[in-house]
Every structure is written in structure tokens, then in C-alpha cells.
């Protein structure tokens, strides 16, 4: 659970980092790192990306409503 959260926000630290290298051609993870290049950056955009595809496993999990209507049979 706490995995998934993290992962979460940030892929939605990504996403919205993403929104603004789009609409205002900023990067706020290279102004902070001191450009896209540097380690720091890259270690960044890394981990996003890894966030990214673990929350991609959470579209494929049941979810808890759905796993206790699979085991009533009242």
C-alpha cells in the first residue's frame, strides 16, 4: 500500500513536470538539478519512470469492492 502511494504520487510528479515542459516549455526538475543531464536529473526522471510502470500494475489489481463481491454468496 504505502509502495503504491509513493509510486503514485510520483508518477503525478512526473505528470505534472510533463505539463509544463508542454505548455510552458519549463522543466522544473532541470532548473532545480541544474539541468536534464546531470545525475540528479536523471535519477529523477528515472525513478518516475519506474513509478510509472509499477502504477501501471494498479490498473490490473482488483480492487477491494470488487474482491469482497467475488467471495459473497449471501
Do not use: E
Not at 502511494?5 to 526538475?29: C, H, P, R
Not at 518516475?48 to 501501471?56: D, K, L, N, R
Request: hydrophobic share 50%.
Amino acid at each position: 500500500m504505502f509502495l503504491d502511494k509513493l509510486a503514485l504520487s510520483l508518477a503525478i510528479i512526473g505528470g505534472l513536470n510533463w505539463g509544463t515542459i508542454g505548455l510552458f516549455n519549463f522543466d522544473l526538475v532541470a532548473l532545480i538539478c541544474g539541468g536534464s543531464g546531470t545525475w540528479l536529473a536523471r535519477t529523477i526522471y528515472a525513478l518516475v519512470g519506474i513509478a510509472a510502470i509499477w502504477c501501471v500494475t494498479l490498473l490490473f489489481r482488483p480492487t477491494d469492492h470488487q474482491h469482497n463481491s467475488q467471495t459473497y454468496h449471501g
